[in-house]
């Protein structure tokens, strides 16, 4: 009975900025659960790696280009997705960008660029899915990758970390409106992982150490510690939670 309640056999997922990373490594872990998955990145060409590794499982994977922040498009992407796979049951909210600067220099256009992908972008992927959702008997499940940055403040990420405690706030205020539809709407906050975004900075091998000696269990994440996280959320072992948030960072929050 365990086994089955993490079972996504039969499910259809879409997961924004799949092409590497953590949006590669979730795309897997549902598809390793028995889901169907539609992935997007700005460049569909890049999407290939993740497409072959998601068939090789034995699962269905749809890819289309999509820019977050071309809200316009979103419904033509969700639209094409529903047409192919005949439902959506699952949204992860995972594509993001993050520059990190003095915020003394920080521009509009960079505001713009960091809260358009991270919040508004996520907005209304989530207003998208929950319209085809709140149709289906079987409701369905909308994870947002929040961050540290939702909890703690971090200077020279100040657009970013305003941008995921927004989104922290919308998954809230999302989960609460929507539930009487049968969707739930959590999200999880990843603490170190060393992803192509964040290259640059595990480079630096002084700052890798004082991190590493900040994370209690003294080791970065996975790609198995965030996949693990969102296939519970995406999956009826998570049925009676919403608008939640958990942190997938060895207990850095707890420690600080």
Known sequence: MAKAMFDLTGKVAVVT???RGLGQWIALALAEAGADVCITAR???SL???RQKIEALGRVCITNA????DISSIDNTL???ESITGAIDILVNNAGYEQVSPSLDVDEQTWDKIIGTNLKGAFFWSQGAARRMSRQSRGGSIINLCSLTSYVGIPTAV???SSKS???GMTRALSAEWAPLGIRVNAVAPGYFRTAMTEDFYQDGSWAERMIDKIPQKRFGDASDIGGAVVFLASSASAYITGQCIPVDGGFL???
Request: net charge negative.
């Open 17 to 19: 900025g799949a092409s």
């Open 43 to 45: 460049d569909e060409s």
């Open 48 to 50: 290939t790696e993740t």
């Open 66 to 69: 999509q820019d977050v922040t």
């Open 79 to 81: 639209s094409r997705f």
């Open 159 to 161: 657009p970013y970390g």
């Open 166 to 168: 927004g989104l922290l």
């Open 254 to 256: 707890a420690s600080i």
